[in-house]
Nanobody, 125 residues
Framework: QVQLVESGGGSVQAGGSLRLSCAAS????????MGWFRQAPGKERELVAG????????YYEDSVKGRFTISRDNAKNTVYLQMNSLRPEDTAAYYC??????????????????WGQGTQVTVSS
């Protein structure tokens, strides 16, 4: 079965850092667009970082540019989100998502095929 398992969330002080990991099984992420989404209470799920295939073309939501970095380790079939200079407004559940095989890049959550269970990130002031 396809699984995307996120890890690395937690509680940090403002200005701190976390690295989220998304370990995929049952699919080869090297031929799929990958994204990190987040959803805060009362808000819609939003794409914060995307990684297009092939290569390392990336997308970042404006509020995280310069602070977050999405990367891949295809040998480990794993996607990462390095989050630096965290702010309280970054507090949310973060979800890893994989797009369809060999698909054109799309940003909408509805266009992603597989999802992880989410990992909570809480940033305190």
């Amino acid at each position: 079965q396809v699984q995307l398992v996120e890890s690395g969330g937690g509680s940090v002080q403002a200005g701190g850092s976390l690295r989220l990991s998304c370990a995929a099984s049952g699919i080869d992420i090297s031929r799929r667009n990958m994204g990190w989404f987040r959803q805060a209470p009362g808000k819609e799920r939003e794409l914060v970082a995307g990684s297009r295939w092939p290569g390392l073309n990336t997308y970042y939501e404006d509020s995280v540019k310069g602070r977050f970095t999405i990367s891949r380790d295809n040998a480990k079939n794993t996607v990462y989100l390095q989050m630096n200079s965290l702010r309280p407004e970054d507090t949310a559940a973060y979800y890893c998502a994989a797009g369809p095989l060999d698909a054109q890049w799309r940003q909408a959550a509805s266009e992603f095929e597989y999802w992880g269970q989410g990992t909570q990130v809480t940033v305190s002031s």
